[in-house]
């Protein structure tokens, strides 16, 4: 056989994959063995693979291959996510590239195009991980919007409506105005600008020059000709069109003369009454506040207290409504440019200053969201925070690093109902369905919906076509969230063997920036729908960063396309610590027959996943069950015996090895006869030689073994291992080689033979 001049990674890589693929070594049944169960972060369908995925995804397959490794039965289960939002925009753009607006289809057409391009590009990065060797099994792999997961997240919807956990009503939320949909605040980023602080003349209505105190400290504005008026300082001045009332401190000695007082909304003419409230800030801006009820949080909080109208001046894209009254069609952005303009012509414009503020963004689109009062569906947390809380603060569940428990508890202290309603078409659709003279219904399917709106309106005439389904679909993170149970069907067959064996699973490896989104609410589902945690440890990534400390991202051209590398450079090969048989042999535990047997089962248990084709031993205790193991397996040993006389576990294995190779001669009559090959030190003079084709006739290997394994245990196995890394560049060319190291050596790899 002649052999590359070159290491080609695709020849070997792409052959041994497809070989595990097809003897079925990643897939997992329940059975007797402890199950070691991990499952994927569900990447978006929109996605591709990023450096940040390589290493997640990277500590994902060691873990789950070291679990293989100490016999546990493990389940590495894959999946995508559906990505509302991110993918309904993707189908938006594509229709309109070929001139087809989503108003101007049905939502059924609409979604025929959105599975369409779900099926052309949600499993491209499923491809890419098998790329990677993940060692995923994926017979298991699901989607956040197939049948069985699917029908978790209405029958969950339904569960928690029944419960009084859901509910519908008018409440303030982000909006973001180029996916026309409401967000979560945690869909919320929120990120510093450059801004403007502008500083409005808000003229005393029908003023009488009555009510100045005098007092230290109080301050009163007058224009040219005398004429009273109070300063608001605002960032969006765009927004005053919407202005219901100002507000000041009642403490606040500046103010005091506008107490009772009414106001004029600037350009707009609107008179306004002064309310006070301590939650103004005394010491921000000039102590007046501007409040806006149907366009901020904070001040649809005032509305509520003190019943003031709240005005809706903006569109769901950006643009002002006809309830402006003024800049009717603009963009929001563009009206804060021109009402400068115009505020500073009518002499309505006290100062301008430079500011920086926060800004909350869209995460899925990167546009400023808009505060806006809507009618969404909401459930209420502070039931889940109740139990989710304790169990991660009591350690129970473990956060690595740790320092993230004190975010997870700031959150849950503070949780606020959770909006888990989209305007989207893309997605899972509410399962509620209104009826013809008011109210709705809430069931699984629409034919449960028509006996249950029977029963509530008491007519019994009433058809399928009377009721109408609500058009919003529900916040992707719903499905996600059940995303450990629903994989093993336990919504839907709670109880069932698979739930039963998996659950809880192990160790969830994922990135800090979803803790809120992901990792909290998962844990509420877990113990909302089965009473335990979702998983016994988390372990929190880094952020994969470039050389100057940006994230790596594509948009900023600073990563590197893993493919290219893997193409490139291959696959790394993967060191291996076998420490867990050092607790069944050593000189302390050989002694022992129950722990010998112990060993052997689990030293064949290894050899059996890894299929080597050699196994090299250095010697030491803990290679003995490795050597024994490849002899029943009929897996050709080599041991090297440095020693002039072979110690105890060379001793005991030398009877199972195929050759045995020694530094002195006067080592060869203690060894079998027919077995032993002077070697002088092979690792010193044989292998470092660089001549590959000479090393391979020396230990007798035949050039088309595509496999080499390392072992030993004892302080021996420092030399060895040194050596192998050495002799990498020469042997990677004709082999896979799996290195297993004794206790104490950490896993390490070799991405080239050049490395």
């Known amino acids: 056989m002649e052999l590359a001049s070159k290491y080609n990674p695709a020849d070997v890589e792409g052959k041994w994959y ?3 693929l097809d003897h079925k070594l990643f897939s997992s049944k329940p059975d007797e063995r402890e199950p070691y169960t991990v499952v994927i972060p569900p990447p978006n369908v929109t996605g591709v693979l990023h450096m940040g995925h390589m290493l997640n995804n990277t500590i994902q397959d060691i873990l789950v291959r070291r679990a293989r490794m100490m016999g546990k039965n493990a389940c590495w289960v894959p999946g995508t996510d559906h990505a509302s939002i991110a993918t309904e925009a993707k189908v938006v753009n594509r229709l309109a590239q070929q001139g087809i607006k989503k108003t101007d289809l049905t939502r059924e057409e609409f979604l025929k195009h959105a599975w369409a391009w779900t099926e052309e590009h949600g499993g491209i990065i499923l491809k890419q991980l098998r790329k990677l060797g993940a060692s995923c099994d994926w017979d298991r792999t699901a989607f956040t919007m197939d049948e069985a997961r699917s029908k978790s997240v209405i029958k969950v919807f339904v569960d928690l409506y029944n419960k009084g956990l859901i509910y519908r009503g008018v409440r303030m939320v982000n909006w973001d105005p180029k996916a026309l949909t409401a967000l979560s605040d945690e869909e919320v980023i929120y990120k510093e600008e450059h801004s403007k602080l502008y500083y409005l003349r808000y003229y005393v209505a029908d003023d009488d020059m009555s009510g100045e105190t005098g007092a230290e400290g109080e301050i009163v504005h007058r224009d040219a000709q005398g004429r009273r008026y109070a300063v608001v300082a605002t960032t969006r001045p765009e927004t005053i069109m919407g202005d219901t009332a100002m507000c000041i401190n009642p403490a606040d000695p500046k103010n005091q003369w506008l107490k009772g007082k009414k106001v004029i909304v600037p350009l707009v003419g609107r008179v306004i009454p002064v309310i006070e409230d301590s939650y103004v800030d005394i010491e921000f801006g000039t ?7 149907a366009h901020d949080v904070n001040d649809y909080m005032l509305g509520e207290k003190y019943n003031l109208p709240s005005i809706d001046i903006f569109n769901d894209n950006g643009t002002l409504s006809e309830a402006a009254g003024l800049y009717v069609g603009m963009d929001r952005f563009d009206v804060r440019a021109q009402i400068e303009k115009d505020l500073d012509a009518a002499g309505l414009l006290e100062k301008v200053e430079a500011y920086t503020n ?3 963004f869209s995460e899925r689109t990167n546009v400023a969201i808009e505060p806006k009062l809507s009618m969404q569906w ?6 889940f925070a109740d139990m989710a809380l304790p169990p991660v603060m009591n350690d129970e569940l473990k956060f690595y690093p740790a320092k993230y428990k004190n975010t997870y508890r700031n959150w849950l202290e503070n949780i606020k109902d959770w909006c888990i309603s989209r305007q989207l078409w893309w997605g899972h659709r509410i399962p509620a369905y209104y009826l013809p003279k008011g109210g709705f219904v809430v069931a699984e399917t629409p034919e449960q919906a028509l006996e249950l709106a029977k029963e509530k309106t008491g007519d019994a005439n009433l058809k399928m076509e009377d009721l109408r389904q609500e058009d919003d679909c529900l916040d992707t993170w719903f499905s996600s969230w059940l995303w450990p149970i629903s994989l093993f069907d336990g919504i839907n067959n709670p109880g069932n063997e698979e739930i039963k064996y998996y659950y809880p699973t192990a160790d969830l490896v994922t990135g800090p920036d979803i803790i809120f989104f992901w990792v909290a609410r998962m844990i509420m589902a877990g113990y909302e729908y089965m009473g335990d945690m979702p998983f016994r440890n988390v372990y929190f990534t880094g952020i994969v960063r470039d050389k ?31 420490g867990k048989l050092r607790r069944y042999f050593s ?8 722990r010998v047997i112990k060993g052997l089962g689990e ?5 059996k996943i890894l299929h080597p084709d050699v196994i090299f ?8 069950p490795v050597v024994l193991a490849g002899k029943s397996r009929h897996v050709p040993t080599i041991i090297h015996e440095s020693d002039m006389t072979p110690g105890l576990a060379n001793k005991i294995s030398m009877p199972s090895a195929s050759k045995i190779c020694c530094n002195f001669p006067e080592t060869i009559e203690h060894l079998p006869a027919g077995k032993a090959v002077l070697t002088g030190s092979p690792i010193r003079q044989e292998l470092l030689s660089g001549d590959k084709y000479k090393a391979l006739e020396f230990l007798h290997f035949t050039q088309d073994k595509p496999v080499i394994m390392v072992v030993g245990g004892s302080l021996g196995s420092v030399a060895v291992n040194d050596a192998v890394r050495s002799v990498l560049p020469e042997l990677l060319q004709s082999f896979q080689v799996v290195h297993l190291c004794g206790k104490g050596c950490l896993l390490y790899t070799s991405p080239s033979p050049r490395d």
């Open 18 to 20: 497809q070989y595990w």
């Open 358 to 360: 926060k800004v909350g």
């Open 548 to 578: 100057i400390g940006r994230k790596m991202s594509k948009s900023l051209g600073n990563s590197p396309d893993p493919l290219e590398l893997i193409e490139q450079f291959g696959i790394p090969y993967h060191g291996i610590s076998t």
């Open 287 to 293: 102590g007046c506040l501007k409040v806006t009820p």
């Open 378 to 383: 909401f459930l209420k947390m502070q039931h």
């Open 587 to 594: 000189v302390q535990n050989f002694t022992d027959p129950f």
């Open 617 to 624: 031993s250095k010697g030491g205790f803990v290679s003995v």
């Open 603 to 607: 030293a064949k248990k290894l050899v």
